[in-house]
């Protein structure tokens, strides 16, 4: 992300937690940063959000959910990427 901020291009950051973006913004301060707070579970308020950042022209997706139970990536279920 800090490369792409280096070379001028406006990053958006997405999180649930407001407070994980106010601790990104403070690392980066003065950035073309622009911050959405949402739940990427919920597939309409999402795409709601997207569609007034459009448009993008580079993706790096990193969401996911910790979990205690371990398990094959062969293992991986539907649900479990749904989550």
Do not use: C, Q, Y
Not at 10 to 21: E, K, M, N, P, Y
């Amino acid at each position: 992300m800090k490369r792409f901020l280096e070379t001028g291009a406006t990053v958006i950051a997405v999180d649930r937690d407001s407070a994980g973006l106010e601790r990104l913004m403070a690392e980066i301060p003065g950035a073309s940063l622009l911050t959405l707070e949402l739940d990427l579970s919920d597939w309409n308020g999402t795409k709601e959000a997207i569609e007034k950042v459009l448009p993008i022209h580079h993706l790096i997706n990193n969401a996911g959910i910790a979990s205690n139970v371990p398990f094959s990536f062969l293992e991986i279920t539907e649900s479990m990427i749904d989550s």
